[in-house]
């Protein structure tokens, strides 16, 4: 249950065909108050991009979330993203397999 602001952010990557090419849309949302933290486009899915959603979003809030919640997509779970909640005492969620 979300009980106040900055206690769980989510994040996820979607994609957009635009210009004959895919291009990644990342962002980070505030659960409590829907608010959009970060958001990051790229020609790229991959942990860099996430890194640069999640740096954004802190800046934006000033802080950071007691949980962050995402799928288990690789991009999400690589080292460089779990490395800086770890270190920002950040507990983090993934979602079942097969349940967004």
Known sequence: MVVKPHHIWVGDVTF???Q?????????EDLFTRQVLGAQVSLHH????????????????????DIFHSDQGTEFMAAL????????????????????
Do not use: M, N
Not at 20 to 28: F, K, N, S, V
Not at 84 to 100: A, N, R, T
């Open 81 to 100: 993203s779990t490395q800086f909640w770890e270190e920002h005492l950040v507990q983090v969620s993934v979602s079942d397999k097969g349940s967004p």
């Open 46 to 65: 991959d942990r860099f991009l996430i890194h640069a959603v999640v740096k954004q979003a802190v800046l934006e809030a000033g802080c950071t979330p």
């Open 20 to 28: 004959g090419r895919w291009w990644y849309l990342a962002t980070i």
């Open 16 to 18: 957009i065909w635009f």
